[in-house]
């Protein structure tokens, strides 16, 4: 269908929808159900079998599965069968661990899904992309991406951004009408908004007429849907360590067979074990713990209002020094309320609270009866796209939230929307960050045209050459200029943001698009309306300070009623500076990575001075977190190391931009998610330093009892045990360990740091070697020479291994002492250790598992002995933090 070429009533008509109303609920579902989510086809997903089978084409794994074929073919069935069950059961868990964090991706992947703003049943709703049918109508503004293909009904000034479908790069303006031609190219349909190109300027209404893979960029979603799998930095580390860790595991373990061959052992079964060391020796199960932890971190910070987008955020945030933020809605209530109004010279005050549309104006000492003040509420009410709504008994704006105090004010003064519907809108030039204002022209029910004008008072003043007197209009002179900005100073002072409001009377016949329409304006009034601060950020940017982090706030106000919110909130410090947008422009990168230190607030700065921000910053060796909302911020937001969107007010190409995104909007959401980051990161040095330190610990004794001469401390089964139980299970629990105390108190970490700083080296080396040893030392006191007490040293020694282990996983919690934790604060890791002795329990003393494990009972005396050397590593670092 060339929908380009129906006018509106024909296309109504096809598709069966009442522009008013939008579709029914259940028209909806009905065609939901027809035609399918309005989704991309994502190519084949991955076998649950091949998931599975993927967990047993590690080489040591297959070198292990061969050598139990060998040793069931020699007849040793018992060890073959354990053996094969052990490999299985740990292929089970990896394949459960994928599971998890595939499932976890995906739920990122639907709450980050774009929202599409619809009417369905005569409301407009914000509904999930997906859940688009053709015949919805849907809403486009400045910032948004189209969802699906749209045939446009309404345009103002709307301009889409196409390069994605068409590679055109400079936007294509858009036309409601419709096109005659024949065979138009997606690029040449003016009247069309396609799936997943951008509006970067104006608003749009239309009608969806394609969706899913039956849209333009569905015919093309190949070149769109390439699934890239991430791979964080850290991960990049892990898998180098990875290989160096395997070549040093072979290298000794080798060593290990060739000694022990020499000094007389059976090949095969130093063969057997030499595998089972390397398959312990290597931490194959690091890459899935890993991803593990990340996406359970990742699930945590969904809980605190954080959707991460990019999985290497998780471990850049562990590094962020700077946090660039939005004043308005991230460290304030986004509630704005209109507290102050200057017209006629003077100042009337507003009461009421958020958006209750209870309150009342009054003068200093008097109540207040003025018609200008009703004409100035009612111009705001009509130069507004926001939307009134009253939801349990509470007011709600549907919007701006500036143009929500604008229209809450007008209520407060009984001007309804029965008022407002008495005038008809039939030109608009939107608001955008660069213009800072905004202007419809308006029509009244006598046919007389008027310009309606609200913006930022320094944008307005010099277009206005007139001023309303009590409603008589003359020219502005010097002496009301200086009143008017002596009123924003004093509102500035009282944290209170000036929005001016002018008008200008036009002839119906005068062109819409004349550039004229916004001079020659007369002055009305002010509206000074104040976003009080949110009660959470003054604590959140104290912990951020004590994290070594700055925080600085960039916005589009005032100066003065920036510095007033920064100092309410103990943001900025006695020497610290406030720089205007204007001053930033005279700089250069260089001029401002020189003085950058000393600011910590940003005035009214552009989305231009955003990106000079952040390089500056960057500059001086910082990693930058940026926040941002709208289409402009999107440059500054992809240059900052840590990219955050918000969720309620962020346009979908601001989301798509960052990294993370804020479903609260809110500043202490970005401190839970640097801590939450820092914990990450922590634990997954926690895991390492375990896994390895184990790891050590196992190859060291084995290579030990060969050079001295020994026969095997350990066989080959009890190695593959110990691996599976009691390296698997406390090490998953570490990574659920919560933050220290101390986490936010200390300095950013160096980005450039390795896995093993911070001493985190030497600690895996130097618990290794000591678990190494007292586990020799249990098997050579127990031995004592004699072939007989064999079978009893090597359950001695295995036990001491286990027992000394699973002290030790408590010792690596924290960087500083196994003393400096409460060793039941993590319940996951107390219960982790007490199955691994459960288990450790029933192949000591169930008598079946007693001859495949190559064990037999202990007593009381053994089991003070074992206790008592597993205890040494531990206690003996747990007095330096070395």
């Known amino acids: 269908m060339k929908w380009y070429k129906l006018d509106t009533d024909e296309l109504k008509q096809q598709l069966g929808v ?24 994502d190519g084949k997903k991955t076998s649950l079998l091949l998931i599975f089978l993927k967990q047993f084409q590690d080489f040591m794994v297959l070198v292990l599965l061969a050598a139990t074929l060998i040793s069931g073919l020699l ?25 998890k ?80 031609q024949d065979n138009l190219e997606p690029a040449d349909q003016k009247n069309m908004a396609f799936m997943g190109t951008l509006a970067t300027r104006g608003s749009g209404v239309g009608i969806v ?60 079964d130093m063969f057997l074990a030499g595998v089972s060391l390397a398959v312990a020796a290597i931490p194959e199960g690091l890459p899935a713990i890993v991803t593990v932890a990340l996406s359970l971190g990742v699930q945590r910070m969904i809980k605190k209002k954080a959707i991460v987008r990019k999985l290497s955020a998780v471990e850049t945030l562990g590094s962020a020094s ?43 000492d008097s109540g207040t009866e003025d018609s200008s003040l009703d004409s100035l509420l009612l111009y705001g009410a009509l130069c507004n796209h926001a939307i009134l709504n009253k939801k349990k008994g509470k007011w709600l704006i549907d919007g701006d939230p500036t143009e929500g105090a604008l229209l809450v004010a007008a209520r407060k003064a009984n001007i309804t929307l029965e008022d407002t519907e008495k005038f008809r809108i039939v030109h608009e030039i939107p608001f955008d960050s660069d213009r800072k204002r905004m202007t419809v022209v308006v029509e009244d029910e006598d046919n007389n045209r008027f310009v309606i004008t609200k913006g930022a008072p320094d944008v307005l003043l010099p277009r206005a050459n007139y001023i309303s007197d009590h409603g008589n209009r003359r020219p502005l002179r010097a002496k009301d200029q200086n009143q008017i900005n002596h009123a924003i100073e004093n509102m500035a002072e009282k944290a209170l943001r000036t929005i001016a409001i002018c008008v200008k009377a036009i002839s119906p016949n005068q062109k819409l698009d004349d550039l004229s329409l916004e001079k020659d304006l007369t002055f009305i009034g ?54 205007e947008g204007y001053q930033v422009s005279h700089m250069t990168e260089e001029q401002l990575s020189d003085i950058i230190e000393d600011v910590y607030v940003f005035a009214r700065v552009t989305p231009e001075h955003k990106l000079k921000i952040v390089k500056a910053f960057q500059n001086r060796g910082h990693v930058v977190a940026m926040t941002g909302d709208g289409v402009n911020d999107a440059p500054a937001i992809k240059a900052s190391d840590i990219g955050i969107s918000m969720g309620h007010s962020g346009t979908d190409v601001a989301k798509e931009a960052s990294a993370l995104v804020l479903l609260d909007d809110n500043f202490a959401t970005i401190k839970s998610a640097i801590k939450e980051g820092r914990n990450i990161y922590e634990n997954i040095r926690k895991f390492i330093r375990y896994l390895l330190a184990s790891n050590v610990g196992e190859i060291l004794v084995m290579l030990f009892a060969m050079l001295l001469g020994l026969p095997l401390p350990l066989v ?149 002995f074992v206790l008592a050397l597993s205890s040494i590593p531990t206690v003996l670092f747990g007095f330096t933090k070395k």
Not at 82 to 92: P, Q
Not at 106 to 126: C, F, H, Q, V, Y
Not at 531 to 542: C, N
Not at 818 to 842: D, E
């Open 75 to 99: 007849g040793e069935y018992v060890d073959a069968v354990a053996i094969m069950v052990i490999v299985l059961i740990n292929g089970l868990i990896g394949f459960f661990q994928e599971q």
């Open 716 to 864: 080959p089964v009890q190695i593959l045990w110990v691996n599976l139980v009691t390296d698997g299970l406390p090490a998953m629990a570490l990574g659920l360990d919560q933050a220290e105390d101390d986490v936010m108190k200390r300095n950013p970490r160096n980005p450039k740091e390795g896995v093993f700083a911070r001493g985190l080296g030497f600690k895996i080396i130097s618990r290794g070697i000591m678990i190494g040893i007292v586990t020799l030392i249990a098997f050579i006191t127990t031995y004592q020479g004699n072939p007989e007490h064999l079978r009893y040293a090597q359950t001695v020694a295995f036990t001491t291994l286990v027992m000394t282990q699973l002290i030790h996983v408590f010792d690596c919690r924290s960087e500083r002492s196994v003393f400096a934790r409460n060793p039941f604060q993590n319940l996951y890791l107390v219960a982790a250790v007490i199955s691994s002795l459960l288990l450790l329990l029933v192949v000591l003393y169930f008598e079946p598992l007693q001859d495949i494990f190559h064990t037999m009972d202990l007593g009381l005396r053994d089991w003070i």
């Open 526 to 579: 002010l509206s000074g309306m104040i976003d009080p601060p949110r009660r959470e950020v003054k604590d959140a940017i104290k912990e951020c300070h004590s994290a070594g982090i700055k925080t600085v706030m960039i916005t589009g106000d005032h100066a003065k009623t920036a510095h007033a919110i920064a100092k309410q909130l103990d943001l900025i410090p006695t020497h610290g500076k406030v720089l």
């Open 18 to 41: 009442d522009d008013n109303k939008g579709l029914s609920s259940n028209d909806a579902a009905s065609r939901l159900k027809k035609f399918g989510a309005n989704v991309l086809d």
């Open 209 to 268: 007429v394609g969706t899913g893979m039956k849209t333009a960029m569905g015919q093309i979603a190949d070149l769109l849907v390439k699934t890239e799998q991430v791979v964080t930095p850290l991960e990049r580390k892990l898998a180098e360590l990875g290989k160096i860790l395997i070549l040093v595991a072979l290298v000794l373990t080798a060593f290990v067979v060739f000694v022990g061959v020499y000094q007389g052992q059976p090949m095969y």
């Open 322 to 364: 700077v946090i660039c933020s939005d004043k308005t809605g991230t460290m304030t209530e986004n509630q704005m309320t209109v507290k102050e109004i200057y017209l006629n010279q003077e100042t009337v005050y507003v009461s009421g609270e958020g958006y209750d549309t209870k309150g009342s104006f009054s003068k200093k």
């Open 101 to 180: 964090a595939e499932k976890s991706l995906a739920k990122l992947k639907e709450l980050s899904a774009p929202m599409a703003n619809t009417l369905r049943d005569g409301k407009w709703i914000k509904i999930p992309s997906s859940d688009l049918v053709i015949g919805d109508i849907i809403k486009l503004t400045s910032g948004d991406r189209a969802s699906a293909d749209v045939r446009i009904t309404k345009s103002k000034s709307l301009e889409m951004e196409e390069s994605a479908l068409t590679g055109e790069s400079l936007p294509i303006a858009k036309h409601d009408y419709p096109i005659k």
